[in-house]
Nanobody, 121 residues
């Protein structure tokens, strides 16, 4: 099972960016899938997830600005990020688990390699 994240880059505050996470070896719609982020010197934090089937979950800091979606035909999960802020700067990781859905990173057994998002003010 592999996850490949992509789509990061350097953007200005207030703009948008979409991250992609392509899965191989695991059907994304069958298990919880999540996005996490890790800023320099900080812990890896939960951002958004498909908790199960069609249910989504977001951390408060991104509600209303970020949207998680998926394309089952492409076995790919996306994170649409709008109205980006400098505090959104981080390495973003996608992750998958066969466990019961939880926000904690410890629950996820498969991780993508991370993609860097830098938001300038």
């Amino acid at each position: 099972v592999q996850l490949q994240a992509s789509g990061g880059g350097l953007v200005q505050a207030g703009t948008s960016l979409t991250l992609s996470c392509k899965a191989s070896g695991r059907t994304i719609s069958a298990y919880p899938m999540a996005w996490f982020r890790q800023a320099p010197g900080k812990e890896r934090d939960f951002v958004a997830a498909y908790s199960w089937r069609h249910d989504t979950d977001y951390t408060d800091a991104v509600k209303g600005r970020f949207t998680i979606s998926r394309d089952s035909a492409k076995n790919t999960v996306y994170l649409q990020m709008n109205t980006l802020k400098p505090e959104d700067t981080a390495v973003y990781y996608c992750a998958s688990t066969t466990n019961r859905y939880q926000r904690g990173a410890f629950s996820y057994d498969i991780w993508g390699q991370g993609t860097l998002v830098t938001v300038s003010s």
